[in-house]
């Protein structure tokens, strides 16, 4: 099992362009989450996905949108990129949402100039 | 909504010396407390939870207490050794909530 997978690994994008982050489990998991962690500031939750067909804001969601294309895939997309949105983005995922584990895919940098 | 905070935001401790570091969260219905951790470049990955149905846990040199009344719970790091520099995150979540996270506690080994 590969686990939580993401991609790209590294991305550079200047203000303005757009972007997709990718993310699969392959765990049959209901629940995933894009976060984004930043010095001092720990993980944040952007949007969550309870089950297939849900999605949901999470804590700090303003500038992003995603989509549950099915029950592997969760995908984070930035429409217009802001030197506010660097940061490591770390998809995740859990049996269901609330008290469970939650496990992490490696996460992408994302440097916006 | 809920509120974690995690002291200290650093810690450095010598090889062998223990290690504490502390959360407390704002929401009395909060029912389970993850610890992740965070080694440089790496994602983070569970080292252990606890349930609000239980005052302690431990696994090895890693135990975990909690106290409801006061809304705090602590992770508790004997004997440490170099591989455990990393960044420490608590958390906390209800059932179909939200798990929020403590802004993490970086702990190193002094030379």
């Known amino acids: 099992n590969a686990g939580v997978t993401q991609t790209p690994k590294f991305q550079v994008l200047k203000t303005g362009q757009s972007m997709t982050l990718q993310c699969a489990q392959d765990?049959?998991?209901?629940?995933m989450y894009w976060y984004r962690q930043d010095p001092g500031m720990g993980l944040r939750l952007i949007y969550y996905?309870?089950?297939?067909?849900?999605?949901d804001k999470g804590e700090v969601p303003n500038g992003y949108n995603v989509s549950r294309l099915n029950k592997r895939e969760f995908s984070l997309r930035l429409e217009s990129a802001a030197p506010s949105q660097t940061s490591v983005y770390f998809c995740?995922?859990?049996?269901?949402?609330?008290?469970?584990?939650?496990?992490f895919g490696p996460g992408t940098r994302l440097t916006v100039t | 909504g809920e509120n974690v905070e995690q002291h200290p935001s650093t810690l450095s401790v010598q090889e062998g010396d223990s290690a504490v570091i502390k959360c407390t969260y704002s929401?009395?219905?909060?029912?389970?407390f993850p610890w992740y951790k965070q080694e440089l470049g790496k994602r983070p990955q569970l080292i252990i939870d606890?349930?609000?149905?239980?005052g302690e846990k431990k696994d090895q040199r890693i135990a975990v207490t909690l106290n409801k009344t006061a809304k705090h719970f602590s992770l508790h790091i004997t004997e440490t050794q170099p591989e455990d520099s990393a960044v420490y995150f608590c958390?906390?979540?209800?059932?179909?909530?939200?798990?929020?996270f403590g802004a993490g506690t970086r702990l190193t080994e002094k030379p």
């Open positions: 995740a995922s859990s049996e269901r949402r609330g008290t469970y584990e939650q496990y």
């Open positions: 765990m049959n998991h209901n629940s």
């Open positions: 996905s309870a089950s297939e067909g849900t999605t």
């Open positions: 929401d009395s219905a909060s029912n389970y």
């Open positions: 606890i349930r609000s149905n239980v």
């Open positions: 958390a906390a979540s209800k059932h179909n909530n939200d798990m929020r």
